[in-house]
């Protein structure tokens, strides 16, 4: 399978379980990979037979500036699920979310999730 990568995106959300999470927000990067079949694209160079970047930055932004979550595993699984409900040619996506600041004591470079769903299931 071929894949299509986006690499640390970066919103500012207010996502979180503390309230000043949810009241002054923080930075939030995302990672997209997403499994899909290349070829015919790569044979046509035709945008219709592919996805368009722009859309998949999209519908990642509108989850991430959207209404706040408590987990950043809610928001993996909402990234997930509107890119392989929304992106036809799309098979499988990984997403990693990373909180770079979160309001947590300890020396660490970052936080953050990583999920993996296919289509079906």
């Known amino acids: 399978m071929d894949k299509i990568y986006f ?10 379980v503390y309230g000043e ?20 694209a790569a044979k046509t160079d035709d945008l219709n037979d592919t996805v368009n970047y722009a859309d998949i930055y999209d519908t ?10 408590q987990l950043v595993e809610t928001l993996c699984e909402k990234i997930a699920q509107a890119i392989l409900g929304q992106f036809d040619p799309v098979e499988e996506v990984m997403v990693r979310v990373i909180k770079p600041d979160p309001p947590i004591p300890g020396h660490y470079q970052s936080v953050g999730v990583e999920i993996s769903r296919k289509k079906g299931r």
């Open 21 to 40: 999470e949810n009241r002054l927000g923080q930075r939030f990067l995302v990672d997209l990979e997403l499994s899909l079949d290349l070829s015919l």
């Open 60 to 69: 990642t932004q509108k989850i991430m500036e959207g209404p706040p979550c």
């Open 7 to 16: 690499n640390r995106m970066e919103f500012y959300g207010y996502h979180g």
